[in-house]
């Protein structure tokens, strides 16, 4: 029983460079998130989809960009990496809006 | 917007003592859902408790219940006979009530409490 499985779990990136954290699920839920927790800070939702095909922002956008082209898969790409951007990562996923969000384990990226 | 407010940064307890996490909210629909989440120092976030807005009951799970007081929008997470595996991150989160209707992911987390079990 896998849940929520994000890749990779530690990352370190130039500034400048690209790259895209996996996130699967095996729980066939419609709805899945990526948020991003810096310290002191809650975690704040970056983008989010409602099911295939469906994105939508959040509350941090900027500089990323996701798509939804299965229900197992959530993809989260960094166009070009900031050192702002250095934070943990987590993907989450739910059954419907009213039951609870299973997390992954989180990928800690830093971008130098 | 809506918002979460954890007031306490951290918090310490007593092992086999009871404590109580605050947690307040603001949102001005009707139709809502409050979500407490531990995150231990390993850092993965792990589901306590829910409770609807409409709930009746205040939501109990095994060792932890949550005071919903809806007049006055708070919604504390209480902890019973605490133990030293309950140290962690707690963090309060609501479900974004614009897009209930709709079904959606966007959870608001307040910035969480800290607490700390002391044997």
């Known amino acids: 029983n896998a849940g929520v499985t994000q890749t990779p779990k530690f990352q370190v990136l130039k500034t400048g460079q690209s790259m895209t954290l996996q996130c699967a699920q095996d729980?066939?839920?419609?709805?899945m998130s990526w948020y991003r927790q810096d310290p002191g800070m809650g975690l704040r939702l970056i983008h989010y989809s409602v099911g295939a095909g469906i994105t939508d922002q959040g509350e941090v956008p900027n500089g990323y960009n996701v798509s939804r082209s299965t229900t197992e898969d959530f993809p989260l790409r960094l166009l070009s990496a900031a050192p702002s951007q250095t934070s943990v990562y987590f993907c989450?996923?739910?059954?419907?809006?009213?039951?609870?969000?299973?997390f992954g384990q989180g990928t800690r990226l830093t971008v130098v | 917007a809506q918002k979460i407010t954890q007031t306490q940064p951290g918090m310490f307890v007593q092992e086999k003592e009871a404590v109580t996490l605050d947690c307040t909210y603001d949102?001005?629909?009707?139709?809502?859902?409050l979500f407490w989440y531990k995150q231990p120092s390993s850092g993965e976030m792990i589901f306590l408790i829910y409770?609807?807005?409409?709930?009746?009951q205040n939501a109990t799970e095994g060792r932890y219940s949550l005071n919903f007081q809806k007049a006055r929008k708070s919604a504390n997470l209480v902890i019973s006979a605490s133990q030293l595996g309950d140290s962690a991150m707690y963090f309060c989160?609501?479900?974004?009530?614009?897009?209930?209707?709709?079904?959606?992911?966007?959870?608001?987390f307040g910035k969480g409490t800290k607490l700390t079990v002391n044997p």
């Open positions: 989450a996923s739910s059954y419907a809006h009213h039951t609870e969000a299973f």
């Open positions: 729980m066939n839920h419609e709805y």
């Open positions: 989160a609501m479900r974004d009530p614009r897009v209930a209707q709709g079904g959606s992911e966007k959870l608001v």
């Open positions: 409770q609807g807005s409409y709930d009746e």
């Open positions: 949102t001005s629909d009707q139709s809502y859902g």
